[in-house]
């Protein structure tokens, strides 16, 4: 007799639409015989078992329905260790954690939503049969869309609750979640991304199976992948540094190398780490230096010939979107021991140690193979056909929070030797402003070819900016926890070192952020301030191109009760 198994590690997420089909993943910790999605009207009735009897029986198709075969795959890096909190585990030592994505395309879809579920067997006698969902095609060129937009969701106390407002306010069937990155705390951590225990693990949280309780009421997320496709971008977290079969993940993921360091150490360490063309292999590079495997295999899709999953686009409905691989290292500053601004003395002797300072990790600067992408697909003619044209990645280009600094460049190093003995007598990392690669380069870009809305996170606020050419910045983290606000009204200011190149209030870029247009929260002083930067009140926003409006919202969740406010508005023209 057929036993009906627990949930899935993970519930199905959507991927990557186009105009008659959509890519549908889920994670299971078996390997399993193989897996099935079921699409049409009729799966709304089915029971698990006639779910089951459809998804092996030896037709593809039936009255109502259809199935399509998953393909199934090993995630190649994921691991848990004593940092991990999984309910009933241990991981004393970093362990490799068996995890396994399953992924279909389904095709032929007419316009509109189609019901659909996942059968998912592990042997003759045993499959898991989920609810029923609903998928949709890509929305047609030209037609309105909403796209919710988020980032920094990291396991934070109040991203749940987020979640689940989002819900309640606009829904779960959107056209898009636009995710600027920092979805988990370390990209290998399987924990982090299926089951953490320490808070909301991110599909979790935006599949419904949160479990986080504030102020007297558990929140559970809401099943939003199920419904609505995710448009990933990566953020730091999602970069994974050296790899170590015993150092914690925590530390591993605090331990990137620039590549081009990597590959000098490996020429100096001889030929037997090279290949015949006198180059490190792609894999031994990544080992050596960083790596963002997990989140490749986890989002496969979107992705372009150029980037890959990194960076792409696509037209969702009247919008183009464009997502690139912003971000880099974050580094603490601290005065003394390895930061942004200084190698650790105790390191000095030994350069392999060394942290390189707050290091980009993809170029982005006008010379570079993303840049010279960007500047031909904005002004490509589908991009000049949408009616709205939004750019997403992770590192703030405007902002008030303390990660819009230091400038976003790459490190000038300066390194002292004692003038006796020639040794390393410390090393320090200077950041130009004048050389901000977003400011210098992005921007201009942006402004020349009628972008009209920057999405990034990584501050854990929500700000606002637009600059002379009409081009919107919004900054939309303040969902999960926030890191504060540095501005005149806060009277806060960043832990700088004294120089031009470090602002300490307000925007580094020089904008003036735009006070919300309708309900602000405001000072002690009775003042509108013009951020939401708070650990008890979340933040979401969503794009409405058919009114040509983001509304962002905003949820105390010291009050259950509360209602969901919008507190600010703007027209994306």
Same mark, same amino acid.
């Given at each position: 007799?057929?036993?009906?198994?627990?949930?899935?590690?993970? *519930?199905?997420?959507?991927?990557?639409?186009? %105009?008659?089909?959509?890519?549908?993943?889920?994670?299971?910790?078996?390997? $399993?015989?193989?897996?099935?999605?079921?699409?049409?009207?009729?799966?709304?009735? /089915?029971?698990?078992?006639? @779910?089951?009897?459809?998804?092996?029986?030896?037709?593809?198709?039936?009255?109502?329905?259809?199935?399509?075969?998953?393909?199934?795959?090993?995630?190649?890096?994921?691991? #848990?260790?004593?940092?991990?909190?999984?309910?009933?585990?241990?991981?004393?030592?970093?362990?490799?954690?068996?995890?396994?994505?399953?992924?279909? +395309?389904?095709?032929?879809?007419?316009?509109?939503?189609?019901?659909?579920?996942?059968?998912?067997?592990?042997?003759?006698?045993?499959?898991?049969?989920?609810?029923?969902?609903?998928?949709?095609?890509?929305?047609?060129?030209?037609?309105?869309?909403?796209?919710?937009?988020?980032?920094?969701?990291?396991?934070?106390?109040?991203?749940?609750?987020?979640?689940?407002?989002?819900? #309640?306010?606009?829904?779960?069937?959107?056209?898009?979640?636009?995710?600027?990155?920092? /979805?988990?705390?370390?990209?290998? +951590?399987?924990?982090?991304?299926?089951? @953490?225990?320490?808070?909301?693990?991110?599909?979790?949280?935006?599949?419904?199976?949160?479990?986080?309780?504030?102020?007297?009421?558990?929140?559970?997320?809401?099943?939003?992948?199920?419904?609505?496709?995710?448009?990933?971008?990566?953020?730091?977290?999602?970069?994974?540094?050296?790899?170590?079969?015993?150092?914690?993940?925590?530390?591993?993921?605090?331990?990137?190398?620039?590549?081009?360091?990597?590959? *000098?150490?490996?020429? @100096?360490?001889?030929?037997?780490?090279?290949?015949? =063309?006198?180059?490190?292999?792609?894999?031994?590079?990544?080992?050596? =230096?960083?790596?963002?495997?997990?989140?490749? &295999?986890?989002?496969?899709?979107?992705?372009?010939?150029?980037?890959?999953?990194?960076?792409?686009? %696509?037209?969702? $409905?009247?919008?183009?979107?464009?997502?690139?691989?912003?971000?880099?290292?974050?580094?603490?500053?601290?005065?003394?021991?390895?930061?942004?601004?200084? &190698?650790?003395?105790?390191?000095?002797?030994?350069?392999?140690?060394?942290?390189?300072?707050?290091?980009?990790? *993809?170029?982005?600067?006008?010379?570079?193979?993303?840049?010279?992408?960007?500047?031909?697909?904005?002004?490509?003619?589908?991009?000049?056909?949408?009616?709205?044209?939004?750019?997403?990645?992770?590192?703030?280009?405007?902002?008030?929070?303390? !990660?819009?600094?230091?400038?976003?460049?790459?490190?000038?190093?300066?390194?002292?030797?004692?003038?006796?003995?020639?040794?390393?007598?410390?090393?320090?990392?200077?950041?130009?402003?004048?050389?901000?690669?977003?400011?210098?380069?992005?921007?201009?870009?942006?402004?020349?070819?009628?972008?009209?809305?920057?999405?990034?996170?990584?501050?854990?606020?929500? !700000?606002?900016?637009? !600059?002379?050419?009409?081009?919107?910045?919004? &900054?939309?983290?303040?969902?999960?926890?926030?890191?504060?606000?540095?501005?005149?009204?806060?009277?806060?200011?960043?832990?700088?070192?004294?120089?031009?190149?470090?602002?300490?209030?307000?925007?580094?870029?020089?904008? *003036?952020?735009?006070?919300?247009?309708?309900?602000?929260?405001?000072?002690?002083? $009775?003042?509108?301030?013009?951020?939401?930067?708070?650990?008890?009140?979340?933040?979401?926003?969503?794009?409405?191109?058919?009114?040509?409006?983001?509304?962002?919202? %905003?949820?105390?969740?010291?009050?259950?009760?509360?209602?969901?406010?919008?507190?600010?508005?703007?027209?994306?023209?």
């Amino acid at each position: 007799m057929t036993q009906y198994s627990a949930p899935l590690l993970c *519930e199905p997420y959507l991927l990557d639409p186009d %105009r008659d089909g959509v890519w549908v993943a889920w994670h299971t910790e078996e390997p $399993g015989t193989g897996g099935f999605v079921l699409v049409g009207p009729a799966v709304a009735g /089915m029971s698990p078992r006639q @779910a089951w009897d459809a998804a092996s029986g030896d037709q593809p198709s039936g009255p109502g329905w259809r199935r399509f075969v998953a393909q199934t795959h090993p995630l190649s890096r994921t691991r #848990e260790d004593a940092g991990s909190r999984v309910p009933g585990r241990s991981y004393p030592a970093p362990t490799r954690r068996p995890v396994y994505r399953h992924l279909a +395309r389904v095709t032929g879809l007419a316009p509109g939503r189609t019901p659909y579920r996942v059968v998912a067997p592990y042997g003759p006698d045993r499959v898991t049969v989920t609810a029923v969902y609903s998928l949709a095609p890509a929305a047609p060129a030209g037609a309105g869309v909403r796209l919710l937009l988020s980032s920094d969701h990291q396991l934070k106390a109040m991203t749940a609750a987020n979640l689940e407002k989002v819900a #309640e306010t606009v829904g779960v069937r959107l056209d898009g979640v636009l995710m600027a990155g920092d /979805m988990v705390n370390v990209g290998d +951590r399987a924990s982090d991304w299926f089951d @953490a225990a320490t808070g909301p693990a991110f599909f979790a949280g935006m599949t419904g199976r949160a479990e986080t309780p504030i102020a007297g009421r558990t929140y559970r997320g809401a099943p939003l992948l199920q419904h609505t496709p995710i448009f990933p971008a990566i953020g730091n977290h999602e970069v994974m540094g050296r790899w170590s079969e015993t150092a914690s993940l925590d530390s591993q993921f605090n331990d990137p190398q620039p590549r081009d360091v990597a590959r *000098e150490r490996c020429r @100096a360490d001889g030929p037997n780490e090279l290949d015949e =063309s006198n180059e490190l292999d792609e894999a031994e590079l990544c080992r050596r =230096s960083w790596d963002v495997t997990t989140y490749e &295999e986890l989002f496969p899709y979107p992705r372009s010939a150029a980037g890959g999953p990194r960076w792409w686009s %696509r037209t969702i $409905g009247d919008v183009h979107l464009v997502t690139l691989f912003v971000t880099s290292i974050w580094r603490p500053h601290v005065p003394v021991g390895r930061g942004k601004f200084q &190698e650790d003395v105790a390191d000095l002797a030994h350069p392999e140690r060394w942290g390189h300072g707050q290091f980009i990790f *993809e170029p982005v600067h006008r010379d570079s193979a993303q840049y010279r992408w960007l500047a031909q697909e904005l002004t490509s003619a589908e991009a000049r056909a949408a009616r709205y044209r939004v750019v997403m990645f992770h590192h703030p280009g405007h902002g008030l929070g303390d !990660n819009s600094t230091p400038p976003f460049t790459d490190p000038v190093p300066t390194v002292e030797r004692d003038p006796a003995t020639g040794a390393v007598s410390a090393v320090r990392y200077a950041y130009p402003l004048a050389e901000d690669h977003i400011l210098r380069d992005l921007e201009p870009l942006f402004c020349a070819t009628g972008v009209h809305l920057v999405h990034n996170g990584h501050a854990h606020l929500w !700000n606002r900016f637009r !600059n002379p050419a009409g081009v919107n910045w919004l &900054e939309t983290s303040n969902v999960g926890n926030s890191y504060g606000a540095y501005d005149v009204s806060s009277g806060a200011a960043r832990n700088l070192p004294a120089g031009p190149d470090h602002v300490r209030q307000g925007d580094p870029g020089g904008l *003036e952020p735009v006070v919300p247009t309708v309900a602000p929260l405001t000072g002690p002083t $009775g003042a509108p301030l013009p951020y939401v930067a708070s650990d008890d009140i979340t933040v979401f926003s969503v794009l409405d191109s058919t009114a040509g409006v983001v509304r962002s919202y %905003r949820f105390d969740t010291r009050d259950p009760d509360a209602p969901v406010l919008l507190f600010d508005e703007f027209p994306l023209t």
